[in-house]
């Protein structure tokens, strides 16, 4: 069993940063993968970027490519989504979930575990 809270999300203006952080109990973490996704009112939840167990090669959704850095601390049991260069159109809450196992997914079905979320709002 793993539990997953999300913390970091806020209120920035467009242009700004945020880094949220997503922390762990439960034992073997760092065997699972992890991945953010994000639901805006109105929308399905979507896949915004994913890391594997080692950390190595995280997948990013095309939306937030280029923008957004994923990492992990596996010794922290802890993933960290750097936001840069944050749009109005990033506004959502954002969760983080994981699954045992190598592979990063892009369907929330593929996923065990879920946080509660974490509000981002980006204004113009």
């Known amino acids: 069993q793993v539990q997953l809270v999300e913390s970091g999300g806020g209120l920035v203006q467009a242009g700004g940063s945020l880094r949220l952080s997503c922390a762990a109990s439960?034992?073997?973490?760092?065997?699972?993968?992890v991945g953010w996704f994000r639901q805006a009112p109105g929308k399905e939840r979507e896949f915004v970027a994913g890391?594997?167990?080692?950390?190595?090669?995280?997948v990013y959704a095309d939306a937030v490519k280029g923008r957004f850095t994923l990492s992990r601390d596996n010794a922290k049991n802890t993933v960290y989504l750097q936001m840069n260069s944050l749009k109005p159109e990033d506004t959502a809450v954002y969760y983080c979930?994981?699954?045992?196992?190598?592979?990063?997914?892009?369907?929330?079905?593929?996923?065990?575990?879920w946080g509660q979320g974490t509000q981002v709002t980006v204004s113009s």
């Open positions: 890391i594997s167990w080692s950390g190595a090669y995280p």
């Open positions: 439960g034992r073997t973490f760092s065997s699972y993968t």
């Open positions: 979930a994981a699954r045992p196992g190598i592979g990063v997914g892009e369907r929330a079905s593929e996923y065990d575990y």
